[in-house]
């Protein structure tokens, strides 16, 4: 890497930066407890940028990126620890945006994730999902189970990851972990081997097609805990988003797979939090009879009242989860307005108005 490079990502470590962006006519922009904040630096050239990236490519992702024009790799830096660097094309010139991976994996609390979501990370087998929109922290969750599950279980974890973001060290359990176009070529095509490898437990860092929603859903049903990530901003629109990408008979099939083998839902966001930082808000379905035969009968906007009726069971609705953190002066009451899904309710709830 070079000095100018080193010395940003010395910043970034500084100023607990989450990204930063290298952008031509901008100077090196960081993200910073969610806000986009520009550094004291000169504007960056197109020749600046091409240096960059050339210093951080070997000759295979070089001929990648001129191939695609589009590239996503993982380094490791002594400062900053795992990076996932996305490369892309603007204008001609190359350009780049860092995301900064962290040199851990934070506990529940630290997270602020439910209790609840600790027994399904011990169950034997069927599908966890874990939503939400990008840069809602999905993916430092899943790490957080697959930690979980390996200082607990003796077992073989298989992540299939673009790219990798944390290094698990083995513990209790085996762990093996392939990043996307360095140890494979495909999600689908991991998936299918991973079955092969005689795992335990199958880690899916984002289902993003139609083969790899059916192989991680039919692995799941074969007796293997499956994990995996989904860009969704519900349960029930994760769920309807896996039934969409099947057509005729194949989608009443999955909904039967769904019914049969989910094992829960968390779905999360990161808001803005009163001290400056950030507060995860989330929502947790959990897979009990009810919610089966939600599933079975497609009848997906009635998964809201299973999570109203199942708080006993420790379900959280996102709702629930906002006016929570507020009461608790984590987030404020137009923050949590913003994320409510029923606002109205939310601000009779509050005591507030509904356009406060």
């Avoid at 990204?19 to 050239?45: C, F, K, Q, S, Y």
């Avoid at 939600?294 to 809201?304: A, F, M, N, P």
């Avoid at 608790?328 to 307005?337: F, P, W």
Wanted: proline residues 3%; aromatic residues 4%; charged residues 20%.
């Amino acid at each position: 890497m070079t000095s100018k490079l080193d010395r940003l990502l010395v910043l970034v470590a500084t100023e607990r930066a989450s990204d930063l962006h290298l952008i031509v006519g901008l100077p090196p922009t960081l993200r910073i407890n969610g806000e986009i904040i520009l550094t004291d630096a000169d504007a960056l050239t197109a020749a600046e940028t091409t240096h960059l990236v050339d210093t951080l490519l070997n000759d295979a992702q070089r001929a990648a990126f001129e191939r695609d024009w589009e590239l996503c790799i993982s380094l490791h830096h002594p400062t900053v620890g795992r990076m996932r660097v996305t490369l892309y094309r603007r204008n001609g010139a190359p350009e780049m945006s860092i995301r900064f991976c962290g040199t851990r994996v934070f506990t529940r609390d630290e997270l602020g994730l439910p209790a609840k979501l600790d027994d399904l990370a011990r169950k034997r087998n069927g599908l966890i999902l874990v939503t939400g929109p990008t840069g809602s922290g999905k993916t430092t969750t899943l790490n957080y189970l697959i930690n979980l599950i390996n200082h607990e279980r003796r077992c073989k974890i298989v992540t299939i990851e673009d790219p990798i973001e944390y290094v698990h060290e083995n513990n209790l359990a085996i762990i093996v972990q392939q990043e996307v176009l360095t140890d494979t070529r495909s999600f689908g095509h991991a998936l299918i081997h991973a079955l092969r490898q005689d795992p335990d437990v199958i880690v899916v860092g984002e289902m993003r097609d139609h083969a790899a929603i059916s192989t991680a859903v039919t692995a799941a049903e074969t007796g293997h805990l499956v994990l995996a990530t989904l860009h969704s901003p519900s349960t029930a629109q994760a769920l309807e988003r896996i039934i969409g990408t099947f057509e005729g008979n194949a989608q009443r099939q999955i909904v039967m797979q769904l019914a049969n083998t989910l094992q829960g839902i968390v779905c999360q966001d990161l808001l803005p939090s009163v001290d400056g930082g950030r507060a995860l808000a989330c929502e947790l379905l959990i897979a009990n009879t009810a919610v089966r035969n939600t599933i079975r009968e497609s009848q997906l906007h009635q998964l809201e009242l299973c999570l109203q009726t199942g708080a006993r069971e420790g379900m959280v609705l996102m709702d629930t989860c906002l006016h929570d953190l507020y009461l608790r002066c984590k987030i404020t009451h137009d923050t949590a307005m913003s994320r409510a899904r029923h606002p109205e309710l939310f601000a009779k709830r509050t005591g507030a108005p509904a356009d406060s």
